[in-house]
T-cell receptor, first 111, second 112 residues
Framework: NAGVTQTPKFQVLKTGQSMTLQCAQD?????MSWYRQDPGMGLRLIHYSVGAGITDQGEVPNGYNVSRSTTEDFPLRLLSAAPSQTSVYFC??????????FGEGSRLTVL | TQLLEQSPQFLSIQEGENLTVYCNSS?????LQWYRQEPGEGPVLLVT?????EVKKLKRLTFQFGDARKDSSLHITAAQPGDTGLYLCAPQPPNTGNQFYFGTGTSLTVIP
């Protein structure tokens, strides 16, 4: 079972560049979310979606965009990367209610 | 954002010792989940507690939800090197669907 797949696993960007982190799940979960993990800060919720066509902001949404055109995919877009966005990003999906299934993470460095 | 505190932040113990980590808040939660995260991987669910005062056991791990549903603890008996990892609590505020807000975690190292 693939579960939650994130790509890329590693990425280096220059300040001002844009990019998309991809997330796909094959468990037919309605709920998907994006978190960022920084040292000493735990996991912070960026955006989440309760189903195709529906997205909402979490704790730290500024600088990020999301869309949910299908149940399977939930990409996270960085519009103009900043050094403060250097982090490890995790995508998660879940049945509602239920446990969160996480991907392996995408490590992003912004120079 | 809920004010959530996990303690201790770091813990290093010898194999065979017992330990307890805590997750505290001033807010009431609908439920609370505990996750363990190993380096380079995403968190994996250990347990979900829902009822105030609830105690759940998972082999050598014992989880307790506070009577008022504001806090939780995780006790590990006879820790083993395989228990090494970051332990995260994730309470769910009321009426928030499936949104979970994570604590900063307790980084546990068990020395053989």
């Amino acid at each position: 079972n693939a579960g939650v797949t994130q790509t890329p696993k590693f990425q280096v960007l220059k300040t001002g560049q844009s990019m998309t982190l991809q997330c796909a799940q094959d468990m037919n979960h309605e709920y998907m979310s994006w978190y960022r993990q920084d040292p000493g800060m735990g996991l912070r919720l960026i955006h989440y979606s309760v189903g195709a066509g529906i997205t909402d902001q979490g704790e730290v949404p500024n600088g990020y965009n999301v869309s949910r055109s299908t149940t399977e995919d939930f990409p996270l877009r960085l519009l103009s990367a900043a050094p403060s966005q250097t982090s490890v990003y995790f995508c998660a999906s879940s049945p509602v209610p239920g446990e969160l299934f996480f991907g392996e993470g995408s490590r992003l460095t912004v120079l | 954002t809920q004010l959530l505190e996990q303690s201790p932040q770091f813990l290093s113990i010898q194999e065979g010792e017992n330990l307890t980590v805590y997750c505290n808040s001033s807010s009431v939660f609908s439920s609370l989940q505990w996750y363990r995260q190993e380096p380079g991987e995403g968190p994996v669910l250990l347990v979900t507690v829902v009822t105030g005062g609830e105690v759940k056991k998972l082999k050598r791990l014992t989880f307790q939800f506070g009577d008022a549903r504001k806090d939780s603890s995780l006790h590990i008996t006879a820790a083993q090197p395989g228990d090494t990892g970051l332990y995260l609590c994730a309470p769910q505020p009321p009426n928030t669907g499936n949104q979970f807000y994570f604590g900063t975690g307790t980084s546990l190292t068990v020395i053989p």
